[in-house]
């Protein structure tokens, strides 16, 4: 009954910004953890952040760090993950989702996932 439903992927140049919003709907999640993952055509699927809703359990992969934020709205159920200074390479389709195991790879089989939001970084 819990579903998560991503948006604010686009098109952008290389340089550019977007961000990406994962509603959570159905009921409340406040005790999982709370992920975004990224997978493009013919790659595995790779972590790129997590968050708890307090805010206190962040993480981010390298390629994010220094250039990806992500936060919450608890109010509205909603995870961010603001991406800046996007390159061709974050090119990928953007999943959210969820758990309470602490999992932070692309091999993670979280508990609840949206169904993805596509980013296109052109050159």
């Known amino acids: 009954q819990v579903h998560l439903v991503e948006s604010g992927g686009g098109l952008v140049q290389t340089g550019g910004s977007l961000r990406l919003a994962c509603k959570v709907s159905g009921g409340t999640l406040s005790s999982y953890t709370m992920y975004w993952l990224r997978q493009a055509p013919g790659k595995e699927r790779e972590f790129v952040a997590r968050?708890?809703?307090?805010?206190?359990?962040?993480r981010y992969s390298d390629s994010a760090w220094g250039r990806f934020t992500i936060s919450t709205n608890n109010d509205v159920n909603t995870v961010y993950l603001q991406m800046n200074r996007l390159r061709p390479e974050d090119t990928a389709n953007y999943f959210c989702?969820?758990?309470?195991?602490?999992?932070?790879?692309?091999?993670?089989?979280?508990?609840?996932w949206g169904r993805g939001t596509q980013v296109v970084v052109s050159p």
């Open positions: 968050i708890d809703w307090n805010g206190e359990y962040i």
């Open positions: 989702a969820a758990d309470q195991d602490f999992c932070s790879s692309g091999a993670c089989e979280h508990e609840y």
